[in-house]
């Protein structure tokens, strides 16, 4: 039984914190294979317009070139716009005899309520919630049964999982504090600091095709 993570995200660019997440993670859960999992467009996040799709699976896989990291086509090539009950069903499917980690960041935990079916979503799979060190993360919009389910991983060095039942990490491990926000606005203002924030193959694709200019 292989160990695979998921790290869903609209990854509107890529970045450096993006990567850190999948080594730590990786490192620290002995995940056998990590997989960034770009989506079309996030269902709960109806008011923002992503980059192109094609763009942004692009930057991953530039991104990615050259570490044991992969990206993954499922949720663009799904008929529909999934939501990420649909996509963990597929990945079931599809990873029926491996132990599957969804990964999320603090922010997708604590808008976890407004997910469909979140505590369905919740059951299907592991979930690691990456949060920065120092961070105050929530639990209290969580029901009692999810929150029993919750392991806190921030301070420890490697993690064993219980094969019996899903449960959801919390770890700290990423020490870094980059934003793609940020950075698409900090392109938009032709400040160049951005650069040092992504590979620098993505810095030559965005500058080359003008993404978010």
Known sequence: ?????????????????????????????????????????????????????????????????????????LELEMPARPYTIDTLGRLKELYSGDEIFFVMGADSWLDITTW????????????IVVTRPGYEIGT??????????????????????????????????INTDISATSIRSRIRAEDSSWMADVPASVANYIEKYQIYS
Request: hydrophobic share 40%; aromatic share 10%; charged share 25%.
């Open 1 to 73: 039984m292989k160990r695979v993570a998921f790290y869903g995200g609209s990854f509107d660019p890529v970045h450096n914190g993006h990567l850190a997440v999948g080594e730590a993670v990786s490192r620290l859960f002995a995940i056998d294979q990590f997989v960034y999992l770009p989506a079309f467009h996030a269902p709960h996040k109806k008011r923002l317009v992503p980059t192109p799709a094609i763009d942004r699976y692009t930057m991953l896989c530039l991104a990615t070139m050259q570490e044991s990291l992969c990206v993954s086509k």
């Open 116 to 127: 469909r079916e979140w505590e369905q979503v919740l059951m299907l799979t592991n979930h």
């Open 140 to 173: 209290d919009h969580v029901t009692s049964e999810v929150r029993s389910r919750i392991i806190d991983a921030r301070v420890r060095e490697a993690i064993e999982s219980d094969a019996s039942r899903t449960s959801i990490y919390f770890t700290d491990a």
